[in-house]
């Protein structure tokens, strides 16, 4: 198991403010497997990631990344495990304006002061296909080839888990769908387990698993789900929601 | 991670270099001080190893009174001539000189004045021919006792030939001599180190300039081939005995070259004074710059923690960026301090007659406070900036997590406890109670500044409320209210910046304008003359008249009494301190209303002498005691006390009479009240004593409230010189703000973007800027006003006993500092209010 999250609660504020993102949630994402995460907005899907990957702390529950109580962690030990265990892809490509590509890349072990597993990272360039763009700092770039640079900065230090947050929400459909199909295959080729967070269901069919949250719970779940099937799901769940009310 | 750093600092080089630049100019002034005084001080070495080229040995006497370099003029010892012959008998000797040498020989020039010398001393000697550095360049050495022979500098100054007649002063008043030779030194110098030389025959030279014939007060002995100087120098010191100080030459250079060093330090201390000031206020700079840089970097910090980085990596990038931006303010300050240093010394060496400047020398003690000052001050002023960076959570990387308002409570606090800790500093200081009292108080007024900077943010957002409102008459007018209430921190940091600067300046002023007042309204209430005779001080030396002024004085019609007054330094009763002598005690008691407490102060004879009040109770002296008095020539005395004064601020200390003057170090008066008889007329009385003074151009006379006036006035070049030094700071403080707002215009370009979409007109954009600076600016100024106000009205209460008892606030200096802050505003606004206007609305709108 790459990472677990066992009835985890998240409030916000208290008394009568008070909000639950989270309620309750089990859920176990499984190594070498890709995972969406989805849920209309405020379903509390990126809150689930954020306390997934260590970045928020949980009111209530635990979480574990591989063997790692991530829960219960003080500072040190979360940076640790963030530079060790977990990876990230941002909707906003955050690469650090002022270096090149390949500095971008080599960021996260840089500051680990890790050396580069040379056969790896050429492995990683490779697949992003970024040979001829190592040079360039991110403004030079498109905003596919930024998020491939996000991409290979993830994969370079072989996390565990890397932690996806709508890698494709500021990308066109096909510079979307090179970076998706880049990613399924670091999952199929290399064994690398990934957790997305998206809204979109074309997004979500690249996964081989997809976790659905509505109102901080998880309500549904679908293994090798397509677009049409995501899709209906969706409307399911909206479905519910309307009835609800 | 050093490189994203180093990376990350190269693409903010422009505002880096605005923050930068107050440390530049702090150790600018470090390093030129240490240049300044290593090249003059080298120079100085030059010119009496120059001076003291003919000197193997040289013999002097141990002076009567020892006197400090800062307390006045300190008058050699003098031996009998015997001691020559003496000397030429001790083996080893190949010749010896006998020298009659001070400093006091006052060339009038063409102009009728005395010839000015910036510091450097007016040597009048005996000649001896050529010898040493010494060459004829004209004419010959003196014969006759009304023969002289001049430098080159003397003969420049005052437009002297051979052949021509000059009038000097010495120990006696003005001489008429014939120029009869004019001589240089070694490599055509016209002097060395300035120095204004006058020979007369030896005769001649030991009366006008000891006092004393048959006397020398320095032999310079020349050993014989092989001789060891420090061989001759023990056996001579044998022969003469007790009394006598013996040196070699190379002694002589190194001490006469240290004891000018020391006056140097104070050159040293003003210019650590700027530094001190610059790197104070540099120190909010950063501090504020850095805050904002951290703030902008909030998303990319984020992501560095996102990715792995600890805490430690964070502060420990932000502070590579500060010792990145402290090693080239240090380098870029080197530079400019060395550039600071030979200019001061190149017009030092011209102000001081044609010194002849080693060359440029850059100590290792200029690099290395340099770069110590520079690098501490920047990561001094980043450390919180860093903490806070190091705070930032990870999870900001993925959303806009609005920086919550933090409560201002913590800092308000600790802003009202160190402003309460560097009060009672300071009182404590003020009181006199502490050991070093002067570093007490300098401490209080650090930790007050302190203090008061961080009680600003709270303070901010009232009174940037109320500023604001002036401005608010127009939509941009609001906005830039608003902005600049918007973070009170920052606005808080900038404004502070601003209030150092202006608080030193607003005190300083308090003060010594409460002074001026506070003597002025005693000497008022005081002095009972209507005519003074005095003269502006220039250097140690007083300036003095010929005595004979006092008894023709006397005898103008209309004038009913004259006080002249001698002043020197003297050991009384084993301490030494100040002492006068009067030509007429009944005048004096008059002039100053002084009333005896015991004995009597109607007049003086010959060894007697008269004390205020507070002196004979700290000495326990009483009337009929014998007290020794060493003045600064001659033999102890002793002295009968026969009256004791009540003291006043005015006047105070011993008092004998004017016969005893003749062994002063300046035996001619240098003061003298005049009192005129009931209905004479100033008018009519003043043109005659100034006739008597042709002969006196030292001093001139003035009358009661002129002289009140000149004496007041000495404080005004005080002011001028502090006011100079502040604006500095005030300088430094502008770039702050123009900092702060380049800043708030980048970090807004979205927010100005939407503006100018919605329609707001380039000039509305500007004028919304400026608004915003002003209030910054006039808020720090207000605030330094206050502060100011404040600590110069506890000096000046601390200072009552003192005899300053006038407290005096400046009001329209005051207000001029809030309306130049308005200016100072809008200057600072300008470019960042181009800036501001000149975005293009589109890509604003885009821009994260």
Sequence with gaps: MAARANDVWKVYGSGEAQVAALRGVNAEFERARFTAIMGPSGSGKSTLMHCLAGLDSVTRGTIHIGDTAVTGLGDAGLTKLRRDKVGFIFQQFNLLPTLTALENILLPLSIAGRKPDKEWLDTVIDTVGLRDRLGHRPAQLSGGQQQRVACARALASRPDVIFADEPTGNLDSRAGAEVLGFLRRSVAEYQQTIVMVTHDPVAASYAGRVIFLADGQIVSELIEPTPETVLDTMKKLDGLAEAGL | MLRATLKSLLARKVRLVLSGLAVVLGVMFVSGAFVLTDTLGRSFDTVFSDAYAGTDVGVSAKPKIDVGEMEGMEVAGTFPASALEQVRGVSGVASATGLAAADGARVIGSNGKVLTSVGAPQFGSNWTGESGQVELREGRGPTADNEVAVNGAVAKAAKLAVGDR???????????FTVVGIFGYGGDRDSLGGAQEVT????????????????????????????????????????????????????????????????????????????????????????????????????????????????????????????????????????????????????????????????LGVPPAAVISSFAVGLVVTVIAAVLPAMRAARIPPVAAMQDVATPDRPLTKISVAGAVVSAIGGTLMAFGLSGTGGNTLLTILGGVLLCFIGVALLTPLISRPVVGLLGRLFSWSVPGKLGRLNSGRNPRRTAITAAALMVGIALVTGVTVILDSAKSSITALAEDTIQAELVISGAQTGPRPPSFDPAVLDQAAEVPGVAMVAGL??????????????????????????????????????????????????????????GDTVPVQLSRGDAQNYTLTGIYAESELFGGFVIPASAAANFAVPQP???????????????????????????????????????????????????????????????????????????????????????????????TMRMITVEAVVISVFGALLGVAVGAGLGAAVVRALREDGITNLVLPWSEMGLFLGLAAVVGVVAAVLPAIRAARLNVLGAIAHE
């Design chain 2, 670 to 764: 240098t003061q003298a009240y005049l009192k005129l008889a009931p209905g004479a007329s100033v008018d009519q009385v003043m043109p005659r004593v100034e006739t008597l003074l042709a002969d006196s151009p030292e001093v001139s006379v003035a009358d009661r409230a002129d002289f009140i006036e000149q004496q007041a006035g000495q404080l005004d070049g005080l002011l001028t010189m502090i006011q100079i030094l502040l604006a500095l700071a005030i300088v430094i403080a502008v770039l702050g703000i123009v900092n702060t707002l380049a800043l708030s215009v980048l970090e807004r370009t979205r927010e100005l973007g939407l503006l100018r979409a919605i329609g707001l007109r380039r000039g509305q």
């Design chain 2, 566 to 623: 001698y002043g020197d330094r003297a050991v009384v009763g084993g301490k030494q301190g100040w002492i006068t002598a009067t030509s007429s005690v009944p005048a004096l008691r008059e002039i100053y209303r002084a009333t005896p407490t015991a004995g009597s102060i109607d007049s003086l004879g010959p060894n007697q002498l008269l004390v205020d009040s507070k002196t004979a109770k700290d000495r326990g002296l009483s009337v």
């Design chain 2, 166 to 176: 000059v009038g000097i002063l010495t120990l006696q008043p003005k001489r008429e």
């Design chain 2, 200 to 359: 007369f025959t030896e005769r001649a030279a030991q009366e006008l300039m000891l006092g004393q014939p048959g006397v020398f007060s320095e032999l310079s002995v020349k050993a014989a081939d092989g001789v060891d100087p420090a061989k001759l120098r023990d056996d001579i010191a044998g022969t003469l005995g007790d009394g006598y100080v013996v040196k070699t030459g190379e002694q002589l250079s190194e001490d006469a070259s240290a004891g000018l060093k020391e006056g140097l330090a104070f050159f040293n201390n003003i210019l650590l004074g700027f530094a001190g000031v610059a790197l104070f206020v540099g120190i909010f700079l950063i501090l504020n710059t850095f805050s904002i840089i951290v703030a902008q970097r909030t998303r990319e910090l984020a992501l560095l923690r996102a990715i792995g980085a600890g805490r430690r990596q964070v502060i420990g990038s932000v502070l590579v960026e500060a010792v990145a931006i402290g090693l080239v303010a240090s380098v870029l300050g080197l530079g400019a301090g060395i550039g600071v240093g030979a200019l001061l010394a190149y017009v030092f060496g011209q102000t001081a007659g044609g010194l002849q400047l080693a060359g």
